[in-house]
Nanobody, 116 residues
Framework: QVQFVESGGGWVQPGGSLRLSCAAAVPNFKIAAMGWYRQAPGKQREFVASVSSEATTTKYRDTVKGRFTISRDNAEKMLYLRMNSLTPEDTAVYYC?????????WGQGTQVTVSS
């Protein structure tokens, strides 16, 4: 059962920006810490960023610190990821899920391709 629907991906040149969105169809969104994850071709899915339930605390993997910003809108049950200064190494399918991911909650993800 898909509980999260990601959107906003696409193709962008190096140095460009994208804003990803995640619509959450879960009743406990407001009290749940949430995260963004990504999976590049041939690689395992990896953590990108997380945000606490009240958005008071955020965490980022080292390679995206200073470039990516995670945010949320609890009233709309939406999670966002603003990505700036994108590099080809950011190319991947991006997913949202709980900070402690639930295997049955993974959506289809949204493809981000960074190339010239």
């Amino acid at each position: 059962q898909v509980q999260f629907v990601e959107s906003g991906g696409g193709w962008v040149q190096p140095g460009g920006s994208l804003r990803l969105s995640c619509a959450a169809a879960v009743p406990n969104f407001k009290i749940a810490a949430m995260g963004w994850y990504r999976q590049a071709p041939g690689k395992q899915r990896e953590f990108v960023a997380s945000v606490s339930s009240e958005a008071t605390t955020t965490k980022y993997r080292d390679t995206v610190k200073g470039r990516f910003t995670i945010s949320r809108d609890n009233a709309e049950k939406m999670l966002y990821l603003r990505m700036n200064s994108l590099t080809p190494e950011d190319t991947a399918v991006y997913y949202c899920n709980y900070y402690v991911p639930q295997n049955d909650a993974w959506g289809q993800g949204t493809q981000v391709t960074v190339s010239s």
